[in-house]
């Protein structure tokens, strides 16, 4: 483990932490504890627990992070003791949980001059080649005075307690001191007693997340791209680190639990995939699980948001036998499910707004699963439900299913059942049927279908289906992400 020591100083007019300065080390996914049960009030008689968990408070309101505060107490300095071998440094490796309170030494050693506070913070290196933070202890010098007021700085009153605590958690979070601009992470104590707009940018870059890449949207089948010179690296998604590796980020959104297998193959290309939670916090990581030199992460998910990273490895440390560390790759996303699955948000042609959802699948035994793989020669259902937004129950309407296929050619299914080239029709929405809605419409796509009888043998397909009214036939309600079905040998 590394260990960090920062301290806050007292001067004239100014402070003592980081500056928009970080370098990739970070909590995972943005959070942590912290006991801020300090015993005792300030001169003023307001209380040093409140003081500090209103600067915990100020960091959580502006920033991404986010401090989980326990009103119980914990001594900053368990698990440490004087170093016989460093004068700055205590020994021992604390007791991995975050504290923080007044102390008359460094947890052994000495303050030194005009040492306002110190936080001892430990990290580990991670697997993209930065380093979490893994605990934070914060000991105020109970040798100097402070106080707990607002404004200018005041010498007559001490230090002003909640200000030092904004510095010092500013260290807990990861931000370095700042050496230029105004910021509460100068590197002295001065007039400014709230975070300033350099202390939240860097906050915000430095937990900013896989949004620190663009980001494209991953929908269940396959997407083609390409790593080259010039791509985001690693290193520039997590704020730092040594990884420069190249990578690709995509966004998968699951509506429900859902076993989600995920491919990334190349016949050029050292693929790697990493799997991120929506905080960035890395799930998981595959370099040769799939056949060959690609990777293949095969997991169930809760529902929620989560990072795909089509990467690769270093030139350093890449395998020259698995290919470059830059080109083209094809990533895939396969689900398992024992129903159908959500489809996305509801969204409309004209901007209307409506409460209805949408749900399909691909299954190959009548039901009783659902995926959007298929062979070739395997006989599956393509199904879709729509649970209709119940202001349109009861009404005149009509039914409407599309397919776009990978060229970006869209079909339509017509009345007769048949898939017809959408230039065809004549009408703004063509309609499949026509009916009164009830409040849940089963659809079948497509039914025993083979996709060899079609000429289909390494495709992906997306359906639609949406819905309308006949006193607005011009609006369809429908969903933004489309049912797959991917057939491969």
């Not at 007044?102 to 306002?116: A, H, K, M, P, Q």
């Amino acid at each position: 483990m590394l260990k960090w020591i920062l301290s806050a100083l007292l001067a004239a007019l100014s402070l003592s932490a980081y500056s928009f300065s970080v370098n990739g080390s970070k909590w995972p996914g943005g959070t942590t504890h912290l006991h801020v049960g300090i015993s005792g009030l300030s001169a003023s008689g307001k209380a040093w627990s409140d003081a500090l968990r209103r600067a915990a408070l100020e960091w959580n309101d502006k920033t991404p992070f986010e401090f989980t505060l326990l009103s119980s107490y914990r001594d900053p300095c368990n698990g440490y003791r004087a170093s016989t071998t460093s004068t700055g440094f205590p020994a021992g490796t604390g007791d991995d949980v975050n504290g923080a309170d007044f102390t008359s030494t460094v947890c052994g050693n000495d303050y030194g001059t005009s040492v306002l506070a110190v936080t001892l913070v430990y990290t580990e290196s991670n697997q993209l080649g930065a380093f979490d933070i893994t605990q934070a202890d914060i000991v105020f010098n109970s040798n100097s005075r402070f106080d707990i007021y607002d404004g200018p700085f005041d010498s007559n009153r001490g230090t002003d307690f909640t200000r030092v605590a904004l510095h010092e958690l500013g260290h807990v979070i990861g931000m370095g001191h700042e050496f230029s601009a105004s910021s509460i992470m100068r590197e002295r104590i001065g007039n400014l007693y709230t975070l300033q707009p350099d202390d939240i940018a860097g906050a915000t870059t430095l937990y900013q997340g896989y949004t620190r890449c663009p980001v494209s949207r991953l929908d269940f089948g396959r997407v083609s791209g390409t790593l080259n010179a010039g791509d985001c690296t690693v290193q520039q998604l997590v704020g730092g680190g040594t990884d420069t590796s190249l990578t690709d980020v995509y966004q998968l959104d699951l509506a429900q639990s859902t076993r989600v297998t995920l491919n990334m193959n190349s016949g050029s290309l050292d693929s790697v995939l990493v799997l991120m939670n929506s905080r960035s916090e890395v799930l998981e990581i595959d370099d040769d699980g799939g056949t060959g030199c690609n990777s293949q992460i095969v997991r169930t998910l809760p529902a929620g948001t989560y990072a795909v990273l089509a990467n690769t490895l270093t030139s350093a440390t890449g395998d020259t036998s698995c290919g470059k560390n830059n080109g083209p790759y094809q990533l895939t996303a396969r689900y398992d499910s024992s129903a159908l699955i959500g489809v996305g948000r509801n969204t409309s042609l004209q901007g209307g707004r409506s409460s209805a959802t949408f749900a399909g699948g691909v299954t190959t035994n009548g039901g009783t699963s659902f995926s959007n793989r298929v062979t070739p020669t395997q006989r599956f259902d393509v199904l879709g439900r729509i649970t209709v937004d119940p202001a349109h129950r009861g009404r005149q309407g009509f039914l409407v299913m599309a397919a776009i296929l990978e060229n970006n050619q869209v079909y339509v299914r017509n009345p007769m059942g048949e898939f017809v080239p959408l230039g065809s029709q004549t009408s703004p929405v063509p309609v499949t049927s026509s009916k009164i809605l009830g409040a849940t419409e089963n659809m079948t796509i497509l039914g025993q279908a083979v996709a060899s009888s079609f000429g289909m043998s390494d495709t992906s397909v997306r359906f639609l289906i949406g819905y309308g009214l006949n006193s607005n036939p011009n609006e369809l309600y429908f969903h933004d992400e489309p049912i797959n079905l991917l057939v491969s040998p």
